[in-house]
């Protein structure tokens, strides 16, 4: 009886935790550069005790348990709007963002503008970094061209800082679309990027998979909680039985 009240239990806070990972997606399902969570689910082996004319033996199963909330990287796709101030990245490489507190952060949004200074910044996120630090343009008639150097009357200001992140890795998510990436970070000499002015990049949540998927997590979540009212019913009427006895 226990086991099935721990069973029922731990799977609600799977599904719990998949709901909320769920639920931010489609919050951001419009921020631009927002890459999406995933919880990644794991096992463990558990031991089960049965007793079989009163002589025990042993066997085991496994238990699943929400481990780690990862950061999907994939690819998304792009808007044009012919702006000087939206800048798409094609690749495994991220815009360097310089926060508040300081600290260098990485980014997928390129939806960028001057601040009151005439530094090229990502909301009250932080200045976009480059070579020389923050860049400083003074004007929005700049272009960037595919290798992420900018220009100001055809001649070069300075290169937008990037940082190369590759699928699969570990990042830490701060706040919608900022990130920490703990590793080396350089561009490989054959890795391929692009980066497009003109553009931005969409979130890479699908609406409507997340729709389906949180579906069907409620569903099983809801499953679980009437198994858990079912086992407290019968325990109760057991404990009933057990006082009149």
Known sequence: ???????????????????????????????????????????????????????????????????????????SNFTYTESNFDVGIYGNVYFNIRGKDNEIYQTRNGQWELDSEGYLVLGDAG????????IYLGTGDFIIDNAGIIYINNQPVDQLS????????????????????????????????????????????DGNKE?????????LYEANSRILQYLDTINSRAVEIAAIQ
Not at 211 to 219: A, G, K, L
Request: aromatic letters at 8%; proline letters at 1%.
């Open 211 to 219: 729709i389906t998927q949180m579906m069907e997590v409620h569903r």
């Open 127 to 134: 200045r976009i970094q480059g070579q020389s630090g923050d």
């Open 1 to 75: 009886m226990l086991r099935g009240f721990y069973n029922a239990a731990q799977a609600m806070l799977v599904k719990q935790r998949e709901l909320d990972a769920i639920g931010n997606n489609i919050v951001n399902v419009n921020t631009a550069g927002y890459k999406k969570d995933e919880i990644i689910m794991n096992t463990f082996m558990d031991e089960l005790i049965l007793v079989n004319g009163r002589k025990e033996t042993s066997g085991h199963f496994l238990q699943t348990y929400a481990d780690i909330s990862k950061t999907n990287l994939e690819q």
């Open 162 to 205: 990037l940082t190369y992140i590759p699928q699969g890795s570990d990042v830490e998510k701060i706040g919608d679309n900022l990130m920490r990436y703990e590793g080396d970070g350089t561009i490989p000499e054959d890795e391929f990027f692009d980066i497009i002015q003109g553009c931005w990049e969409h979130s890479n949540v």
